[in-house]
């Protein structure tokens, strides 16, 4: 079936690096999503990318959706630590109707 | 955004009892809804897909018998843990999505349900 992995697992990053996490489905997708998750919460969704080789940004975020929907990324410039949680990618198959989460990239940010 | 609801947002109970999870959609038509778990430190893990008004899919490995999932209507889906056992311990979250011709394309997470069994 469907696979999507995710890199890095964890990420410690000074206050004001930037950021990436990295998603690659192991098979074309229909779209991607990018959800944020706080230390207990819920996921809360952020975006998502349809079109073959889109870039959004929202702020200090900017999303990628490569140009064989297979892969995508999440950047963050100059975290900062309402940054931190664990930020999953969710991708929908082109004849499933449902998405499949990456294992998620949690980000710790230093003061 | 869209809001979804989840109740009970945590319940303890014991092992060989059944808990009914509700998740409802509450300012918009969910035509379909998902359930997800997850386990601490690890991904949402999809348990079954339900559309209203039909039997729910559930993904490989999932016991259809003990996750009894029910979407009488556009706004509501319950599961059922039925025979909880310390294993099913775990944060049950569902998601809902609307009527995708209408372009209901995002999915709108509950706050989740966090189940210990004893």
């Known amino acids: 079936g469907q696979q999507v992995m995710q890199i890095p697992q964890y990420q410690h990053v000074q206050e004001g690096e930037d950021f990436t996490t990295y998603c690659n489905s192991s098979?074309?997708?229909?779209?991607i999503q990018w959800y944020k998750q706080r230390p207990g919460g819920h996921p809360v969704f952020l975006i998502q990318l349809v079109k073959s080789g889109e870039v959004k940004k929202q702020k200090r975020l900017t999303f990628q959706f490569g140009e064989a929907k297979k892969n995508s990324s999440l950047h963050i410039t100059a975290t900062q630590t309402t940054d931190v949680g664990t930020y999953f990618c969710?991708?929908?198959?082109?004849?499933?109707?449902?998405?499949?989460f990456g294992d998620g990239t949690t980000l710790t940010v230093k003061p | 955004g869209a809001v979804v609801s989840q109740h009970p947002s945590r319940v303890i109970c014991k092992s060989g009892t059944s808990v009914k999870i509700e998740c409802r959609s509450l300012d918009f038509q969910a035509t379909t809804m998902f359930w997800y778990r997850q386990f601490p430190k690890q991904s949402l893990m999809l348990m079954a897909t339900?559309?209203?008004?039909?039997?729910?899919?559930?993904e490989q490995g999932v016991e259809k018998d003990k996750f009894l999932i029910n979407h009488a209507s556009l706004t509501l889906s319950t599961l059922t843990v039925t025979s909880a056992h310390p294993e099913d311990s775990s944060f049950y979250i569902c998601?809902?999505?609307?009527?995708?011709?209408?372009?209901?394309?995002?999915?709108?997470f509950g706050p989740g349900t966090r189940l210990l069994v004893l």
């Open positions: 969710a991708g929908e198959g082109t004849n499933a109707g449902k998405s499949t």
């Open positions: 339900s559309n209203e008004g039909s039997k729910a899919t559930y």
């Open positions: 098979t074309t997708l229909s779209n």
């Open positions: 998601s809902a999505r609307g009527d995708r011709a209408s372009g209901g394309e995002t999915q709108y």
